[in-house]
């Protein structure tokens, strides 16, 4: 069996105490991420969902900062392409979604921002992914989340030469 850090770091996680967009408590979180690492059909991923639970639409729940950090963990991990993708759109959703009022009326106006420091941890994960041929997501992400402007200036405009000149030799 495959070491997983993605869930290694959900076992830190006093996943009850978390509220979840399912009305219910974090509790089943670990055990849909786990099933959303190995899905291997979109029936498997359909179930895997993290909508609905980390967030509905743009509107995040507790839950997703922790989320998060697994998310950036399991970029270092072994998953088909598809779930690779799939990972990165979830976390797109979390740094770019905005608290829920039921978190806003809980005490949590910015898990956003929450979402974006627990990204921020796993920075360079983010811009090896950058480096790779998922470059339009990742520069996404890093947009929202490295607060070191000229670092992202600097790399983005090096990345985009690079993909200039590979496209000139094809």
Not at 44 to 60: K, P
Not at 94 to 123: F, K, M, N, Y
Request: glycine fraction near 6%; charged fraction near 25%.
């Amino acid at each position: 069996m495959t070491v997983r850090p993605s869930l290694i770091q959900a076992e830190r996680v006093d996943w009850a105490s978390l509220r979840c967009g399912c009305g219910k408590t974090g509790a089943h979180i670990p055990e849909t991420f786990a099933g959303l690492l190995t899905a291997d059909t979109p029936q498997e991923m359909a179930a895997a969902s993290l909508e609905g639970h980390v967030y509905i639409q743009s509107l995040l729940f507790e839950v997703a900062v922790p989320v998060t950090s697994m998310i950036v963990a399991a970029l270092n991990e072994e998953t088909s392409e598809a779930v690779h993708v799939r990972l990165l759109d979830e976390l797109i959703s979390c740094i770019g979604g905005e608290s829920h009022w039921t978190e806003v009326e809980a005490g949590a106006p910015e898990l956003e921002i929450d979402c974006q420091i627990a990204a921020r941890e796993g920075i360079w994960t983010l811009y090896q992914e950058y480096a790779t041929g998922r470059a339009s997501m990742a520069r996404m992400i890093l947009d929202a989340v490295d607060p070191d402007r000229e670092r992202f200036e600097y790399f983005d405009a090096k990345l985009i030469d690079r993909v200039r000149k590979r496209a000139k030799r094809r």
